[in-house]
């Protein structure tokens, strides 16, 4: 049986224990169940000209192998190429996209650094798994340096179309090291056809079919696994969690108005000026509900040190200040809006107790907060979720309002629809999207895509087409 090393920019820090959720819980009993290597990012800056070393911490039969960042790095690297060039350019914000050749080139430095100090960590067997658009080089990087182990990429993010994609003036380099790997996994089937598109136009590859693509005179497979979550976990969380304290004490700080709720990170893929413009529209067209519900918005900041979100961190400020200067009333705050990170418990307790979940990014590789919302809601008397028609998560949640997120009229209309909406059509559309991300949770996504990066000798079991 093959070790698994997984690279990921970030490692969940080691001496907090086990993660709590998310994707680091899948990550984590993958590596808990093949043994073998986490290394990533530990999110500091050593501050001088140089990373120091390799930082190793054991846990069971994991070991993680962390580095710190040089300032200059972190610059170029992370809040360069990978925030302000690859993030905006993957959602469509061709206007946010600042590209420097230094960025670049501190990237591709980045990448080989990461790969010279896995090198000596790998064995002849490990598969390799590597996650996302920071560490699109570390194959070819570690090819270089003469590992022929099988390596898996998984883009979190959408591939946009090659119209978008051909601005990139790296665009050749990107694919040709994405040719590197064994495995493209990307979220949903639309983001393989971009990609599989970009290869035809630019004349540099093509889609062979069932799922292998060729370019560069390299073959390599490429395919969907929409990323889930666990659903029974947190579906038994939040029933707990209503019980909490601190979901009591919210809720009774509605005083028995219908909750809305948004949780994003700050950033402007979620749509969060349109979703609180859509708001402000359905109370305009809809006065009966106003004092009757309120928005909780729940943002913690991100990247505030990228150009472009502290713009756009204000704006959305503005936005909800203006509504609640507008529409509010001595007694009625329409929208809760806060800037904190809520608890994972918490957070699963206010989705059940919330009539309506608002998830209306403008781009989204899959969205978990719209598949955490269904798998927390009571049964019984389940919640609506209104789904931007952008997120990933729209091809299998299908049975959502879905909502084109630009057109803040149509947010508003599918807010009143949801709340409308008789228990029957609720408990439907909720059976509906439960059968599906219980189909398709997290631990069914690692292992389909580790069964299909396995060496063909080792599969036990054959992949399931997604
Ligand atoms: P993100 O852009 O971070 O992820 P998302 O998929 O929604 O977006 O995941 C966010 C996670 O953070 C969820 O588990 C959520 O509960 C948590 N979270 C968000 N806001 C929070 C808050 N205010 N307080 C506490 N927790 C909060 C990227 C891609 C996505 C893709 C994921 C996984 O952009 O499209 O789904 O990776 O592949």
């Not at 389940?382 to 630009?406: H, I, M, Q, T």
């Not at 909406?421 to 991300?437: F, W």
Request: proline share 6%; hydrophobic share 45%; charged share 25%.
């Amino acid at each position: 049986m093959s070790r698994l090393v997984v690279v990921s920019n970030r490692v969940p820090d080691p001496a907090k224990g086990p993660p709590a959720g998310g994707l680091a819980v899948a990550l984590n009993s993958a590596l808990e169940k093949m043994g073998g290597v986490w290394m990533g990012w530990t999110g500091k800056s050593s501050g001088v000209k140089e990373p120091g070393p390799l930082q190793f911490v054991e846990r069971g039969n994991i070991t993680f192998a962390l580095t710190d960042l040089s300032r200059r790095d972190l610059a170029e690297y992370y809040t360069g190429f990978a925030n302000s060039v690859l993030w905006p350019l993957c959602h469509y914000r061709l206007d946010l996209t600042e590209y420097a050749r230094k960025d670049m080139a501190g990237y591709f430095r980045v990448n080989r650094l990461f790969a010279e100090r896995l090198r000596p960590l790998i064995q002849p067997d490990d598969i390799i798994w590597i996650h996302d658009y920071h560490l699109i080089p570390m194959a070819s990087e570690l090819r270089r340096l003469g590992v022929g182990n099988r390596i898996g990429f998984f883009m979190h993010i959408p591939w946009p179309s090659p119209d978008v994609f051909f601005t990139l003036p790296v665009h050749e380099a990107i694919i040709d090291n994405l040719t590197a790997y064994d495995l493209l996994g990307f979220q949903t089937e639309h983001d393989v056809e971009n990609f599989a598109l970009a290869l035809k136009r630019d004349g540099i590859g093509r889609d062979m079919g069932d799922g292998w693509m060729a370019a560069y005179g390299r073959r390599f497979q490429a395919k969907a696994f929409p990323i889930g979550i666990d659903v029974a976990e947190f579906a038994s969380t939040a029933k707990e969690a209503v019980r909490s304290k601190a979901v009591k004490r919210t809720a009774v700080s509605f005083a028995g108005r219908d909750l809305i709720i948004g949780v994003d990170r700050l950033d402007y893929s979620k749509g969060l000026t349109h979703r609180i413009d859509g708001f402000e529209r359905f109370l305009i067209a809809n006065p009966a509900w106003r004092g009757r519900t309120t928005l909780l918005q729940v943002t913690p900041k991100s990247r505030s040190e990228v150009q472009g979100y502290s713009d756009m961190q204000r704006q959305v400020a503005e936005h909800a200040g203006r509504v609640n200067g507008a529409m509010g009333t001595l007694d009625w705050t329409p929208i809760r809006y806060i800037n904190q990170s809520v608890g994972r418990n918490t957070l699963a307790g206010l989705y059940r107790i919330a009539r309506v979940g608002l998830v209306t990014p403008l781009r989204d590789g899959m969205n978990l907060v719209a598949k955490e919302f269904v798998a927390a809601q009571n049964p019984a008397d389940p919640g609506v979720l209104v789904l931007s028609r952008f997120a990933g998560a729209a091809r299998e949640l299908d049975a959502a309002v879905l909502v084109n997120p630009y057109d803040v009229e149509a947010i508003g209309n599918a807010i009143a629809r949801a709340l409308s909406m008789p228990l029957e059509a609720r408990v439907e559309r909720y059976t509906a999207m439960m059968a599906r991300i219980e189909q398709n949770d997290i631990s069914k996504w690692s292992a389909d895509f580790l069964g299909m990066l396995q060496p063909e000798e080792q599969r036990t079991t054959e992949p399931v087409p997604a």
